[in-house]
């Protein structure tokens, strides 16, 4: 068995100093940067120019089908009487959160039912504009909500071309340099500033108004600090209520929103976004230290770190938001397009592919507020989460608090449309692997198609397929996984001279139609250090999981869905015989493409280990008690445990005691 024995803060110290190589103030890679504003070292494509196929369009199907695309028929805060479409309702973030989902996934599937949903509600932006250069809802000025909006609006853009929404965001940007002096940032606007500042970004690159930087400098100014709080990160264990300060008649504490789950999620792109500003070093390398610090207090198996709501510690049956899973995979998006850093795309990808699906249903009808790498069951009952409430982990419509129902939505489409990127040197870029067709242009404006074939991150093998308008050099850099460390690319036939420089493999040539390249990524179940005192298995980008029998009961009709509480009567406290990973069996059973392959009927892949019974190691408070101390011993009879993807299974042990080499009793 090989077992990884470094965990991941000490794969993020070692990219902080490469990410500043990257870094020159207003060179990227030999290449003058933008005027006044910092280089991005890859470029995101406009959306619409990757269409998602096999496994990852089903999936994108699967979630139209489900509450994205049916959410506003039955929710009263998306309603018709919304805020944000000119009524008297809901008018605040709800609205903005769902367009920053349903937008993007409209326009991914080419849907005309969900286009039509989404451009109502654009349409309303965009034609209702205030004299004084103000937005949206009357009854709102909160500059938080706008923040979100912001974002909808230059997908919009990209997608649509409209060309309404330069305009009305050169307004609003006017007047809120002229108001935040006299009404400065402050609640949820105040620690999510960073989300602004990447539109703002967005509109320099069109229009290079230096006003927009000095109101980028502003927003910086009134904005939380997270470079200083991670340089000395004060949250190094879980936190609970009394500790962070509630109280019932006044808005969250400081402490709290510094500790809040979604707020850190954000802030990952924080110093990345702001280093285009800053064109600092420093600023380039935070979000190592940021990753660092997450990983070493509150990181858990499946890519994230506990925050239910508030930081909670490593124990693995502390649980993660919703929210804070999808606002993660954007910020580590974003962060890998400004820094160009291979191991943030393996981490994005871990997230994606295991804590994403992990906390939905199979038909994405409901969905969790909190999950958890240990989850042995889901009901309605008091569970010691840092602050939340007895619904936390429910499978439903608005579990403990609504705002993962309106903001879930973004995390399958913007993955999928930030696959291939393009570099400064007119080059294409994937940093991501998932089946999908890139439409793009190269060179002097040459049309190219790139069609990824593959059931990654199933299976070990991609296939990439060439087709150009005629031929045309350019550079084309694949990302290599940190874990893959036998990889393998052949160009028509024939291994292929390949430049490796920061994780990237380039093939710099002309390119023709017909052009074939071959990855792969040999993929072997390892051990990875996970949350205290236990191990995890790995295999490629996936966290493998042992599955319990799932019995739901449905709790209550919500309007076009349910709520639904889940238990089981399966044993699930096993310890794991290690040395059984290393030659653990591969049951490879169906392609990723037939169903959806997070799902227990139709996962693709399985491993086989084994592991023994640890009768002390017993539920509290509705959850997996606290791990025993490694290696444990255990006299009960050796049994094979089938393990499958974290995301297939919704109730499972994913952390797992390392069984003591030596044991009594009859196996």
């Not at 080419?110 to 509600?121: I, Y």
């Not at 909160?142 to 974002?151: E, G, Q, S, T, Y």
């Not at 500042?197 to 509109?203: D, E, G, H, M, P």
Request: proline letters at 7%.
């Amino acid at each position: 068995m090989d077992k990884i024995g470094q965990s991941r803060r000490n794969f993020v110290k070692t990219l902080a100093g490469a990410a500043a190589l990257a870094s020159v103030p207003g060179i990227c890679n030999g290449v003058e940067t933008y005027p006044l504003l910092g280089a991005s070292r890859f470029q995101m494509l406009p959306l619409g120019a990757i269409r998602p196929l096999g496994w990852l369009k089903r999936q994108l199907e699967i979630q139209a089908n489900g509450l994205t695309g049916h959410l506003d028929e039955f929710w009263p805060d998306l309603s018709a009487d919304s805020g944000w479409l000119g009524g008297s309702g809901e008018s605040w973030e709800r609205g903005p959160y769902y367009l920053d989902g349903l937008v993007p996934l409209a326009y991914l599937l080419q849907d005309a039912r969900l286009l039509e949903k989404a451009n109502r509600w654009v349409n309303w932006t965009l034609a209702h504009p205030q004299a004084n250069g103000q937005f949206g809802p009357t009854r709102n000025d909160d500059w938080w909500p706008r923040m979100v909006m912001l974002k909808v609006l230059t997908q919009y853009h990209e997608a649509s071309g409209d060309p309404r929404v330069i305009p009305l965001m050169q307004s609003y940007f006017a007047y809120q340099l002229k108001e935040l002096p006299r009404r400065p940032l402050r609640d949820w606007g105040k620690y999510r500033w960073q989300d602004e500042a990447l539109s703002i970004a967005w509109l320099f690159r069109r229009t290079s108004q230096p006003e927009l930087l000095t109101l980028a400098d502003l927003l910086r100014a009134q904005g939380y600090d997270w470079t200083a709080e991670f340089t000395h990160f004060p949250y190094t264990h879980k936190l609970i209520a009394q500790e962070l300060g509630f109280s019932e008649k006044e808005p969250l504490p400081e402490r709290a929103m510094q500790s809040h789950g979604v707020n850190n999620s954000m802030a990952l792109k924080a110093a990345p976004v702001w280093s285009l500003f800053s064109n600092s070093v420093d600023d380039r390398r935070a979000i190592y230290t940021q990753l660092d610090a997450l990983d070493r207090y509150h990181g858990l198996p499946n890519g994230m770190f506990s925050a239910d709501e508030h930081f909670a510690g490593r124990n693995p049956s502390q649980g993660t938001e919703l929210c804070a899973v999808v606002e993660a995979m954007f910020s580590l998006e974003q962060s890998l397009a400004i820094l160009g850093d291979a191991r943030l795309g393996d981490r994005l990808e871990e997230i994606t592919f295991n804590a994403l699906p992990g906390t939905f249903t199979d038909d994405m009808w409901a969905h969790q507020y909190d999950q958890q790498p240990n989850q042995i069951s889901c009901t309605l009952r008091k569970r010691p989460w840092s602050t939340n409430g007895p619904e936390a982990n429910l499978f439903g419509l608005e579990p403990n608090f609504g705002c993962c129902c309106a903001n879930m939505h973004q995390g399958w489409p913007k993955f999928a449309a930030s696959l291939w990127m393009t570099d400064s040197r007119g080059g294409l870029v994937a940093g991501l692997y998932a089946p999908c067709e890139l439409r793009t242009k190269v060179g002097s404006g040459v049309a190219v198609v790139l069609e990824v074939s593959t059931d990654y991150p199933f299976k070990e093998n991609i296939q990439i397929n060439v087709r150009a308008e005629r031929p045309v050099k350019f550079p084309l850099s694949l990302r290599i996984p940190w874990w893959a460390t036998d990889s393998s690319i052949h160009l028509n036939g024939k291994l292929a001279q390949v430049t490796k420089v920061d994780g990237f493999a380039t093939l710099d040539r002309t390119w023709k139609t017909g052009d074939r390249i071959e990855i792969k990524f040999p993929m072997r179940p390892h051990l990875i250090d996970s949350s205290e005192n236990s191990v995890s298995v790995l295999r490629g980008p996936l966290v493998f999981s042992l599955p319990l029998e799932e019995n739901w009961q449905k709790l209550r009709d919500r309007g076009m869905t349910a709520d639904w509480q889940v238990t089981s009567t399966s044993p699930w406290n096993y310890a794991l015989d290690t040395a059984s990973v290393g030659d653990a069996t591969l049951l490879e059973t169906r392609t990723a493409s037939e169903g959806s392959p997070f799902t227990l009927q139709n996962t693709p892949i399985r491993i086989r280990v084994r592991g023994r019974r640890l009768p002390n190691w017993k539920e509290e408070e509705g959850v997996a008690g606290e791990l025993p101390i490694n290696p444990v011993a255990s006299g009960e009879k050796e049994e094979e445990l089938t393990l499958i993807p974290y995301g297939a299974a919704k109730l499972r042990i994913t952390a797992f005691p390392e069984l003591a080499r030596k044991t009594g009793g009859p196996s």
